[in-house]
Every structure is written in structure tokens, then in C-alpha cells.
């Protein structure tokens, strides 16, 4: 189970090593940890390294919380994808920061809403743009595609050939971006990305975004939450919760659906959903917001 720091769990955890992608022909360092690898054990997947599971492992022991967060993001993706697809006619998506394919994936989720839906992937790990074949497998009427970019620059994705080729600017898009943010330090300038992702976006656009919690209000709980940062700072990762007025500043510019910016698993809970977390939960902040 993802999150188990016992020694059974490191064992089930260098068990997964003979099943995670080859490395020749990539350049990848297995011996530093990654944040989407250390996403895909928190989810229970099997496409990380030692190094990998270690990390992840030392965050789980400070921070249990972070397993049901990791969690809470799947499940708000996939009901926010319904959610604008369903209410709102969104045909179109842009998932920035992907990750290890994980299903359902955005696409299976949209286009079995509607078939037509066009979907593009970006992100910037090299094993991710391995596994990207996982995410064009696109129904007949719609159709999928994969960009290796940063988000940290924009202009790469919004000008790329991938794009432009699958997704019509002068139509709607939801962009998604998703427990992305927290990975971008101030002096990146992420408020200025997302105005520059959301800029050339038809009117009618939407910005699902979740973030990493500063806030915490337990004291105890919140020292444990800097020690969490300091274990991916080891590892080479920039790891930058903000609050909730720092996170608000996303949306300035935008028209947040109700219920507004809150929990990601008090954005339009599933009243069918088998489990539910307590309503005080700490998962991430999350909004979604329409462009006028």
C-alpha cells in the first residue's frame, strides 16, 4: 500500500525495481528522488526507484497526510474533467505537469463524456514521455497528444506545433495543473505563468488548479510540514506550500465556480463516492475558475 514506511513496505518497494521503465537512452538520474515518482508511489503505482521510495517513504512518516492528498487530487481531476465537460461543453484540455500515466487518465475521462474530446499532455520528465504512449490511446472521434515542455516556459507550450495541431485556441480550453505549483518557487514567477498560459485561452476558458497547503493550522502538524520540505529540497526539488490568500491570486483574474476556492475533497464531493474524508481533512487548496 502507497505510504507504507515499514521495512515490509521499503521491501514492496524495491520489489517494484525490475518493473520500472529502462534508463538507456534516457537521462535520467535514478539516484535523486522525483517528484512525480514520489507522486506515483503516494497513488500505490509501481513506476519509481529506490531513491524514488526512499523520499516518499521520509515524507509519509512526517506528513501521513499526504497519501489521502495525493488521493484527493486523483479524485478532484477526475471530477472537475466531468464537471466542465458535462455542465459547461468543455471539448478541449490542456494537463500540465501530468505525471506517471495513472488511469483513468484525463483523456478516458473526458472523451467517455464526450467521444470528440481533444486532449493535450505536457510535462517535463523524461520517464514520463516514456509512458506517454499510455495517454494516446484516443477514441476515433477525438484525439490525444503529448508535449515534453517546462511550465516554466509557457510560450513552449502554448506556441508548440503538438498544440496547435490538436487544440483550437479560438475555442474554449480547460487547463489543468494540478499539485504543479507548489513546485514553483516565488522567483519563477508562477502567477505570471499562469497569466501567460491563460492569456491567448478563447473567453469561456477554465484554470483547474490545486496547491499545496501553507496554512496548516495545527502547530505540531505544520513543524512536520517544513520538515517535508526540507526532504525535497534534498533531493534537488523546490517544495513551496502557500496559503490560502497566496494561492486566491491564480484566480485575480478569473471567475472561481462555486464552491469557490477550498479542500480538493470539498470541490463537489460525489454524494455516491464509497468514502468520503471528514469535512476538516487537510488535502490541497483547489479552485476552478472560468475566464470572462
Given at each position: 500500500m502507497a505510504g507504507d514506511g515499514s521495512a515490509q513496505g521499503k521491501d514492496a518497494a524495491r520489489a517494484n525495481a525490475p518493473d520500472a521503465p529502462r534508463t538507456d537512452a534516457l537521462q535520467v538520474d535514478v539516484t535523486k528522488p522525483h517528484s512525480a515518482r514520489m507522486y506515483d508511489y503516494?497513488?500505490?503505482?509501481?513506476?519509481?526507484?529506490?531513491?524514488?521510495?526512499?523520499?516518499?517513504?521520509?515524507?509519509?512518516?512526517?506528513?501521513?497526510?499526504?497519501?489521502?492528498?495525493?488521493?484527493?487530487?486523483?479524485?478532484?481531476?477526475?471530477?472537475?474533467?466531468?464537471?466542465?465537460?458535462?455542465?459547461?461543453?468543455?471539448?478541449?484540455?490542456?494537463?500540465?505537469?501530468?505525471?506517471?500515466?495513472?488511469?483513468?487518465?484525463?483523456?478516458?475521462?473526458?472523451?467517455?463524456?464526450?467521444?470528440?474530446?481533444?486532449?493535450?499532455?505536457?510535462?517535463?520528465?523524461?520517464?514520463?514521455?516514456?509512458?506517454?504512449?499510455?495517454?494516446?490511446?484516443?477514441?476515433?472521434?477525438?484525439?490525444?497528444?503529448?508535449?515534453?515542455?517546462?511550465?516554466?516556459?509557457?510560450?513552449?507550450?502554448?506556441?508548440?506545433?503538438?498544440?496547435?495541431?490538436?487544440?483550437?485556441?479560438?475555442?474554449?480550453?480547460?487547463?489543468?495543473?494540478?499539485?504543479?505549483?507548489?513546485?514553483?518557487?516565488?522567483?519563477?514567477?508562477?502567477?505570471?505563468?499562469?497569466?501567460?498560459?491563460?492569456?491567448?485561452?478563447?473567453?469561456?476558458?477554465?484554470?483547474?488548479?490545486?496547491?499545496g497547503i501553507g496554512d496548516i493550522p495545527d502547530e505540531e502538524l505544520s513543524e512536520r510540514a517544513s520538515d517535508v520540505i526540507g526532504i525535497y529540497k534534498r533531493g534537488g526539488t523546490a517544495f513551496v506550500p502557500r496559503t490560502r490568500a497566496e494561492v486566491s491570486r491564480f484566480f485575480e483574474k478569473l471567475e472561481l465556480l462555486e464552491p469557490g476556492l477550498t479542500m480538493a475533497h470539498l470541490w463537489r464531493p460525489d454524494p455516491e463516492a464509497a468514502e468520503r474524508l471528514p469535512d476538516d481533512a487537510l488535502t490541497l487548496h483547489t479552485g476552478v475558475a472560468r475566464k470572462p
Open positions: 503516494y497513488l500505490g503505482g509501481k513506476t519509481h526507484y529506490a531513491a524514488d521510495a526512499e523520499a516518499a517513504e521520509a515524507v509519509v512518516a512526517k506528513l501521513p497526510q499526504i497519501v489521502q492528498a495525493a488521493r484527493a487530487n486523483r479524485d478532484f481531476m477526475a471530477r472537475a474533467t466531468r464537471t466542465l465537460s458535462r455542465e459547461y461543453g468543455i471539448r478541449q484540455f490542456l494537463d500540465i505537469g501530468t505525471g506517471i500515466p495513472t488511469e483513468p487518465n484525463l483523456h478516458q475521462i473526458a472523451q467517455a463524456e464526450a467521444p470528440e474530446a481533444r486532449v493535450v499532455y505536457t510535462d517535463n520528465d523524461p520517464i514520463v514521455l516514456q509512458y506517454a504512449r499510455a495517454l494516446l490511446h484516443s477514441t476515433p472521434e477525438g484525439r490525444t497528444a503529448y508535449l515534453h515542455a517546462d511550465v516554466t516556459r509557457p510560450e513552449t507550450i502554448i506556441q508548440s506545433p503538438e498544440l496547435r495541431g490538436t487544440l483550437d485556441l479560438n475555442l474554449p480550453v480547460a487547463v489543468s495543473v494540478n499539485a504543479l505549483f507548489h513546485f514553483v518557487p516565488d522567483e519563477l514567477g508562477p502567477y505570471d505563468i499562469v497569466e501567460a498560459l491563460m492569456e491567448p485561452l478563447a473567453p469561456g476558458s477554465f484554470l483547474c488548479l490545486t496547491h
